[in-house]
């Protein structure tokens, strides 16, 4: 019967997004961590139920409105608050994405009741979960990191968007140099010579789009050129830089609104 009742679901992987050293999503129900430690730091989220948890020898809780970030070294455990368990989702980051010297603040305030930076991890995670999506991605957490050091050092940082109309008109035209290969955010940032965050933001507020979002959609401008040429969709993928087929339909469908065999079908 506790066999039954005892309910453990995992799935983890590592993207092909720099500083993440694994993605954790799980479901228990009755499992308890004992004391441990990671290399990397643990940035949770909790989607049902309750986790509590020992850090440095204080009892701390992530209920699914918060988000927690555990320091690497520093001995935790976890375990279920609630009678039905909790269904977590961890990202582990290496130190590229923050730095040693906040793992004292972090220790001192591990959970972090901030609805916009919990939304903005549930999009990253999405993000994660979907192959060829990787730009928007690396965006997305290069954003959260910024929003966590905030919450760490929040004397020296700042969320504001400021405007640098040149820096995101070079991002403009170095993605529509790499429409099909591509880039990847610390790459383009290397390339202009400005930080990433700075670099997505000043894009975003020039504009109105993210960098990941303004390159789909030069993508599938491609892609319809394409398919009324008639090409097949599985064709069209590879030509224009998608993952896959299905890759190109996610986004053709969110921008077309119909799939890419539907619009191709419709060619007169």
């Known amino acids: 019967m506790a066999a039954a009742r005892d309910r453990q679901e995992v ?17 228990f129900t009755e499992y308890a961590y ?5 290399e990397a730091w643990t940035l949770l989220i909790v989607d049902d139920g309750a986790v ?17 970030l555990l320091p690497p070294h520093v001995p935790h455990n976890g375990s279920p608050a609630t009678p039905h368990g909790f269904r977590k989702r961890v990202l582990y980051l290496d130190s590229t994405r923050l730095a040693d010297d906040l793992i004292g603040p972090a220790v001192d305030s591990p959970d972090l009741a901030d609805p916009v930076l919990r939304l903005r991890v549930g999009q990253l995670h999405a993000a994660l979960a979907r192959p060829g999506d990787e730009l928007e991605a690396d965006s997305r957490l ?20 400021r405007r640098d109309p040149v820096l995101a008109r070079r991002l403009r035209e170095l993605l529509d140099e790499r429409v099909v290969p591509g880039i990847g955010l ?55 830089g998608f993952y896959d087929q299905s890759h190109l339909s996610r986004h053709f469908r969110k921008l077309v609104g119909v799939p890419p065999g539907r619009y191709r079908g419709s060619a007169r």
Do not use: C, K, N
């Open 186 to 240: 610390d790459e383009a940032a290397a390339v202009v010579q400005a930080h990433p965050a700075h670099l997505v933001r000043a894009f975003s507020t020039a504009y109105g789009i993210a960098p990941h979002q303004y390159l789909m959609s030069r993508r599938v401008d491609r892609a319809r050129r394409l398919l009324l040429e008639g090409r097949s969709p599985a064709e069209v993928a590879v030509a224009t």
């Open 142 to 161: 290069t954003l959260i990191g910024d929003r966590l050091r905030a919450h760490l050092r929040p004397r020296t940082l700042t969320d504001v968007p």
């Open 11 to 27: 799935s983890a992987w590592r993207p092909s997004v720099p500083g993440v050293t694994e993605v954790f999503h799980a479901h």
């Open 52 to 68: 509590r948890y020992d850090l440095d020898r204080h009892e701390h809780g992530t209920p699914h409105d918060t988000v927690s």
């Open 34 to 38: 004992p004391m441990h430690v990671h």
